[in-house]
């Protein structure tokens, strides 16, 4: 068997520092991996289990329910007031078994291998480098000050930024996708913090005819139902946008089996429809964020951008692994900001995916 030559899986090389902090008598306060902690919003789960009796094999394409709920709420989510992403063509959405399945293989289901590049941030999520990899193309970290490599065949782009929490202004995203596609690129633009700006932040999707001049050719968002909606247990991520792309996607997907189990496609139709929940898990971390950011600046941390999303990108100006050690210590394990590429090895990554008790913990341990 030759298996593809991967990175080491990054989270195991945190046991030591996860051991100490677990010691800490009061308890652990884990804010490393991001996994929501709050409720699945109860209409999901019964539309989860009113699905149970699903003997026969669910659509790859999904239910047309389900694709009519995506571009409904993407229209009226990121619509009127804030952006303008309406009029989405229900047919060129594709339900995924959450979004890293769809980030790991997207290369590979493009038919992108050897000598083609796939550029991401120089700070991202470790999957779209592992996605190229898998594929047998290469992987390449792009500054979002740099230009482009000119061989790359996929360009991702990921606004709000995990693990920074920077949001790209719809003329950042414009000017990307403008450069991506005078080089032929495909442009999968990761938006599953998308729901979660900050207070006073617009957060643009690359749907937005603002960002995409009205032509979606080249071009792919990325969502998960995990973070806004708290379903990350149930694998629920979509992929739209050119209709052509998607159509290709879909081929592909149901050759290989790549498919979403009915009952929870269900499950995401419901949640799709649920703008008052994703609207108060928005509240929650916001709430959240605003503990913990000043006790980590109290605590002598600087926190750079963090305006959105599920992180805050702090750094004590030490290398990340003594920062971890050191929040350990005090009972809070945190991520080294080294996992998402080597321009964080100064920063340590914060979730926000605690209980509001959790977080009030850690707030206090930081000061004392
Ligand atoms: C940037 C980014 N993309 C994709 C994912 C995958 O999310 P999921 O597979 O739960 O949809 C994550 C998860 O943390 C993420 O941070």
Do not use: M
């Given at each position: 068997m030759r298996f593809p030559a991967?990175?080491?899986?990054?989270?195991?090389?945190?046991?030591?520092?996860?051991?100490?902090?677990?010691?800490?008598?009061?308890?652990?306060?884990?804010?490393?991996?991001?996994?929501?902690?709050?409720p699945v919003p109860e209409a999901v789960g019964e539309a989860l289990r009113a699905a149970w009796?699903?003997?026969?094999?669910?659509?790859?394409?999904?239910?047309?329910?389900?694709?009519?709920?995506?571009?409904?709420?993407?229209?009226?989510?990121?619509?009127?007031?804030r952006s303008a992403v309406e009029g989405l063509d229900p047919d060129a959405v594709l339900p995924t078994v959450g979004s890293k399945e769809l980030v790991a293989w997207l290369p590979t289901l493009l038919g992108l291998g050897d000598g083609d590049v796939v550029a991401f941030p120089d700070l991202a999520y470790p999957t779209y480098e592992v996605g190229a990899q898998l594929a047998g193309a290469r992987p390449v970290r792009v500054g979002d000050d740099e230009p482009l490599p000119a061989d790359a065949r996929l360009v991702w782009l990921n606004s709000p930024s995990n693990p920074t929490g920077r949001v790209l202004d719809a003329a950042a995203l414009a000017a990307r996708i403008a450069e991506a596609r005078a080089l032929g690129a495909v442009v999968a633009a990761d938006e599953c913090y998308l729901g979660l700006p900050g207070p006073g932040v617009v957060a643009t999707s690359v749907l937005d005819p603002v960002v995409h001049g009205g032509?979606?050719?080249?071009?792919?968002?990325?969502?998960?139902?995990?973070?806004?909606?708290?379903?990350?247990?149930?694998?629920?991520?979509?992929?739209?946008?050119d209709p052509a792309l998607v159509a290709g996607l879909l081929q592909v997907r149901k050759h290989a089996g790549m498919i979403v189990p009915r009952p929870v496609q269900e499950a995401m139709t419901a949640a799709l429809g649920d703008d008052v929940g994703v609207a108060a898990t928005r509240d929650r971390y916001d709430a959240r964020r605003a503990v913990l950011r000043p006790a980590l600046e109290a605590a002598g941390m600087r926190i750079e951008h963090s305006e959105a999303g599920?992180?805050?990108?702090?750094?004590?100006?030490?290398?990340?692994?003594?920062?971890?050690?050191?929040?350990?210590?005090?009972?809070?394990?945190?991520?080294?900001?080294?996992?998402?590429?080597?321009?964080?090895?100064?920063?340590?990554?914060v979730a926000l995916t605690a209980s509001d008790e959790r977080i009030a913990a850690a707030a206090q341990r930081l000061a004392g």
């Open positions: 991967l990175p080491d899986f990054p989270w195991d090389s945190l046991t030591g520092a996860a051991a100490v902090a677990r010691g800490h008598p009061d308890g652990v306060v884990d804010l490393s991996v991001g996994t929501p902690v709050d009796d699903s003997p026969g094999y669910p659509q790859t394409w999904g239910t047309p329910a389900l694709r009519e709920a995506a571009a409904a709420a993407l229209g009226r989510r990121h619509g009127a007031g032509d979606l050719e080249g071009l792919l968002a990325v969502h998960s139902l995990s973070k806004i909606s708290n379903l990350a247990g149930y694998r629920a991520g979509l992929v739209l946008g599920l992180y805050l990108w702090a750094t004590a100006d030490e290398p990340c692994r003594a920062t971890v050690d050191r929040l350990a210590a005090r009972g809070i394990l945190v991520a080294p900001g080294e996992f998402y590429g080597p321009a964080g090895a100064a920063h340590v990554r």
